[in-house]
C-alpha cells in the first residue's frame, strides 16, 4: 500500500491541485474471486461515496483486474490500461486536446480498461485489442453503471460521439 505522497510521487502536478487529493482504499472482487483491497486517488470531496461505490461494486461482485495508482506504471495512461488497471487520478490532457482530463482533478475513474475500452474516432480501441463484450466477466452493464449514477456519476459507456466504457466521471459542477 502506498502513501498519498508516493501515490503523487514523480509527476509535476500543481499544488492546488494536490491539496485537493485524496489517497482511498477501496475493498474489491478479483478475477480469481478473492476480496482485495486497492487504492485510488480521488478528489476529497468524492472519496467517501468513491468507497461507498466500491463497496457496492463487491456486494455485486462485480470483478476487477486490479487498483493501483498510476505512479505504479510511470504516470503511462496507455500502459496502466494494458495492465487491466483500474485507476483514477492522472495529470493529463484529454486524449486529442489542450484541455486537462476529469482525471487531472481525481474525478474521474477508468474499470477494468481490457473488458471496457476507449473507441477513439476511426474506430481502433485502447487498449490495443480490447472489445467490449457484456457477458465477459468485468465488463460494465447498465446495471454497474447505475450504482456509480446513484452518485450522480457520469458513465463515458453513454456517450454519444465515442464509447469510454471503463470511464466515469463527476465534474465539478456535480458535486
Not at 14 to 41: H, R
Not at 45 to 66: D, G, S
Request: charged share 20%.
Amino acid at each position: 500500500m502506498m502513501s498519498l505522497d508516493e501515490a503523487l510521487a514523480g509527476k509535476e502536478i500543481p499544488k492546488e491541485i494536490k491539496n485537493i487529493l485524496a489517497l482511498v482504499s477501496v475493498p474489491y472482487l478479483s478475477f480469481d474471486g478473492k476480496i482485495c483491497e486497492g487504492q485510488l486517488v480521488v478528489h476529497a470531496e468524492v472519496a467517501q461515496e468513491v468507497r461507498e461505490i466500491f463497496e457496492k461494486l463487491l456486494a455485486a461482485q462485480f470483478p476487477i483486474k486490479q487498483v493501483v495508482p498510476v505512479v505504479a506504471y510511470g504516470w503511462d495512461d496507455d500502459a496502466s490500461m494494458a495492465a487491466n488497471n483500474t485507476s483514477a487520478f492522472n495529470y493529463r490532457l484529454i486524449f486529442g486536446t489542450d484541455r486537462l482530463s476529469n482525471h487531472s482533478y481525481g474525478r474521474a475513474i477508468d474499470i477494468n480498461p481490457v473488458q471496457n475500452p476507449y473507441e477513439q474516432r476511426g474506430g481502433a480501441t485502447v487498449p490495443p485489442g480490447a472489445r467490449y463484450d457484456i457477458v465477459q466477466a468485468g465488463t460494465i452493464t447498465p446495471q454497474i453503471a447505475a450504482v456509480f449514477k446513484s452518485y450522480g456519476w457520469q458513465w463515458g459507456g453513454e456517450w454519444n460521439e465515442r464509447k469510454d466504457w471503463q470511464h466515469f466521471e463527476k465534474p465539478a459542477a456535480k458535486i
